[in-house]
DNA sequence: TGTTGGCACTCAAAGGGATAGAGTGCTAAT
DNA sequence: ATTAGCACTCTATCCCTTTGAGTGCCAACA
């Protein structure tokens, strides 16, 4: 069945009313607050079809309608109109986000604490996928004898480094020689392009014995291969306790409780990502709504999420979980907003 | 006045109930689970003076008495014992606290976590407080022209590193003759003596032009300083949740909320810290209860931090935010017990 | 002087109607 | 296709009563 003109209407006014009254609708108020030139009766033939098609439905018998996720989900993907932000909205969010960091992990923790404070809802981002970006600079630092630290600068200005165990009696010149030799022919390679035999045959110029060279070169690999798994930032938990969507404990609970497992989080944000280049979905924006997200305690939440890019080739993603019933364009033309306040910012360190 | 032994019996006996039971206590019911060889109407007469000098307190006036915060302190100063944990329950601990971890920081983390998982409670743990720990190793390294990374290692086995802006055309040579002359002359020195003034004259032996190099040393100052900023890590929120004690809504929310600005929760506690010191209070735990913690909606809390050491003259805090109704001795010895796992654990990096 | 039984009193919590009101579906008329 | 009208449904709210655990106080007792 299609949904003719006034049934979007239909759908487009009970979704605002809800969202902004959190209130079921009724036909008559519905008549009251819009602008329908019909009767309520009318209204109620067409609010019987959207329940039969599975757009609005009915907490009880005798109470208004309120949409279902496939109500949401038809109001996001045909009927909501996005506007752009006002310039005092950009202008406040494009002060928060303070641009006088050194790193780019700072101004991803930056961007994340705005659109928690913009939005009031829970905001996370996660750390560039840097698969794709390439060693620069790699040193190993001895600390002390069985220490060093790796550190590592990698295409995008990010810097990571990591302490690893080498043996206990590798002098500094021999350290300095292997760290040498992996530089040289590692530098230029992206990440994901570096395996342990890599790392192993870039060793093999130098004159260090073998068993010790292969416990350092081993650690090289595994503080290399640390440099790119992915982080997530996540903020604002707190404040979807003082949404009336959550002023039932239990579902409070398990919201924060699943929140809780940052990992987890992070996992599905992956997973999400992944499945929407596979589709070759390239909508900047990621929307799911309700029961579309596969994450316990999540049923009354949208999660809503964009994609930065710090190069071509790395990027990351930044946005928001809150109620499902949220003023969707306007949360949108925020995020819209700081990834690319985010995005303009990247450029300097890059 | 004088708590003569049956009234602290009284007292011990109302907490013990109030904690297990979460319902007010009546004298009837005292008599009932507990071995008092008197009437009910003779401990009628004891609350009430127990309510006289302030210990407990009525919900209302037909309900039975919960302890008031100065009843429990006087039952945490006086009144409890405490009990070694079973070999079963540190036997769990060990188990998760792993300690193949290569950094401190990644060791205080787990603690954290365990801790949290073992109350049930929020967790928290400050990182060392490194003021005392002296300079072993500063290098500056070239990442791109106008930027550089800081790198130290402090005794104590911490590494620190921080991202630097430095003139665009230095160069890497001179870059490593300002590193040598700074990590020359700074080395050993405990971080707090460390000044702009000394790393400005630990860089004049240098033979880099004065702009140029008073650049590179503030920045190296910067970093040396924000090297013993304190962090905070805390962990296990959303559990406050699943307590009776915040199953207001209104409570859990002005807890969370608090909660979630870690920086002044990181604040109090050094304050806490501070103030203990002065004092010359070397108990090693530090206790706060209900409205004697300074913090807002921590009214129905309970904070205790033990205090763990890296090496002698370097430490750092950990502990639990719990609700006032908690069972002490248990809480005390689980984070005593993590303590001591942590301070034995560290031993390997020092 | 400390202890006890007895008793009137208090108050939150739980249960049980009764009522109001917003909303619905259906039908018959337009 | 639209509308007015109407009987029906169901929650939320208010109010009233009852219940029961607990208290304070008094007079008697050891």
Redesign the pocket.
Known sequence: MQLDN?KKEVLHAIVDDYVSTN????????IERYN?????????????EL?HMGLIE????????IPSDKGYREYVNSLMTIEELSPKEQLEIEKRIDSSVDEVTDLIKNATHTLSETTGFVSLAMSPRLKKSFLKQLKILMIEPGKALVVMVLSAGVVKDKVVRIPNFLSDEQIMKISGAIEKSLTGKPLDEITLVTVETAGKSTDVPEPLLKQVLYEAYAAIKQADELNIYLEGEHRMLSLPDFSSLGRARDLLGTLSDSGMVAGYVNEMENAAREQGNDDSFMIRIGQEIALEGLDDCSFITATYNLTDSVSGNIGVIGPKRMLYSKVISQIDFVKKKLNKEMQRFT
Do not use: C, I, Q, Y
Not at 23 to 30: F, I, R, T
Not at 36 to 48: C, E, P, Y
């Open positions: 006034r209130e079921p609708v009724g036909s008559k108020s519905l329908f030139n019909v009767s309520s009766a009318t209204l109620r033939n067409d609010m019987a329940e009915k907490p009880h018998t005798s109470a208004g309608r």
